[in-house]
């Protein structure tokens, strides 16, 4: 159970995507297999592709989570980039349907989100939607998405795009992600090739600092009334040869797996 990784891309769909999504069949076979090399079968992906809501039934295109990444490489390699209407786009509906996928109990669940775009109702510039057609507001998805202990890792094709940037910020940062801006397709692909790399490094850590804390963690008792004692968490990064923020990274992430209490 330690080492599931259930990894989702978000992805625009929308025309101005086309460059984006060329350079991902590029490079996301290499991704793939280099996960799958390392976690086998613990290792689930899929694809939750959105556009607008004026494109009708070709809102979303999904791939649900699979251990057949060869099903995932196909559904990017057929993605068609189209539609599209005002600027803003519906990451919420995309997002939303993350939500419903079939997340294993206990994985690594993680969220690449990647547009160029913001969602509706956040400010962007002609907004055709006053309240975004889900009826949820960026703060209710953000929550959402961490409550079901996805993490999301935000990326904007639009770095100069300040409305972009907070709402990619507020979905990513609040649910334990990152956010990252890129200025070409390849350099998103770079980004996302680094980022995935880290998931089988929190997975590894994820793993000994479990191994640490089962053992039980002797943290010492002070001897006068003004005398300094570590915190359990740092007595375990000492232990562990790292940091303390490491520690407090790892046990957010055993917590949202419900690994540890």
């Given at each position: 159970m330690l080492r599931r990784l259930d990894l989702v891309f978000c992805v625009d769909l929308t025309g101005s995507m086309g460059g984006l999504i060329a350079s991902a069949r590029a490079h996301i076979g290499r991704i793939l297999d280099?996960?799958?090399?390392?976690l086998g079968d613990d290792?689930?992906?899929?694809?939750?592709?959105?556009?607008?809501?004026?494109?009708?039934?070709?809102?979303?295109?999904?791939?649900?989570?699979?251990?057949?990444?060869?099903?995932?490489?196909?559904?990017?390699?057929?993605?068609?980039?189209?539609?599209?209407?005002?600027?803003?786009?519906?990451?919420?509906?995309?997002?939303?349907?993350?939500?419903?996928?079939?997340?294993?109990?206990?994985?690594y669940r993680v969220v690449i989100l990647i547009g160029d775009a913001p969602p509706h109702s956040v400010g962007a510039p002609g907004d055709s939607y006053r309240?975004?057609?889900?009826?949820?507001?960026?703060?209710?998805?953000?929550?959402?998405?961490?409550?079901?202990?996805?993490?999301?890792?935000?990326?904007?094709?639009?770095?100069?795009?300040?409305?972009?940037?907070?709402?990619?910020?507020?979905?990513?940062?609040?649910?334990?992600?990152?956010?990252?801006?890129?200025?070409?397709?390849?350099?998103a692909m770079r980004i996302v090739?680094?980022?995935?790399?880290?998931?089988?490094?929190d997975l590894d850590f994820d793993r000994r600092l479990l191994e640490r804390l089962q053992q039980g963690v002797d943290v010492p008792e002070p001897k006068h009334d003004d005398d300094i004692v570590p915190t359990r968490d740092e007595v375990v990064a000492k232990l562990l040869s790292v940091p303390v923020q490491e520690v407090w990274g790892g046990m957010m992430r055993l917590r949202r797996r419900r690994l540890f209490s």
């Open positions: 280099a996960l799958k090399t390392e290792l689930r992906v899929g694809l939750v592709g959105y556009r607008d809501h004026s494109d009708g039934p070709k809102l979303l295109q999904v791939e649900s989570l699979t251990t057949d990444v060869e099903k995932v490489r196909k559904a990017i390699n057929d993605a068609k980039v189209d539609g599209g209407g005002d600027a803003p786009e519906a990451v919420f509906a995309g997002l939303l349907r993350c939500l419903e996928l079939p997340w294993a109990q206990g994985s309240v975004d057609p889900t009826g949820l507001t960026l703060d209710d998805v953000a929550n959402r998405m961490e409550t079901e202990g996805l993490f999301v890792h935000a990326l904007s094709l639009s770095p100069n795009d300040q409305v972009m940037e907070s709402s990619f910020r507020r979905l990513s940062i609040s649910t334990g992600g990152t956010y990252s801006d890129a200025t070409s397709p390849d350099a090739e680094t980022v995935t790399q880290q998931f089988l490094k």
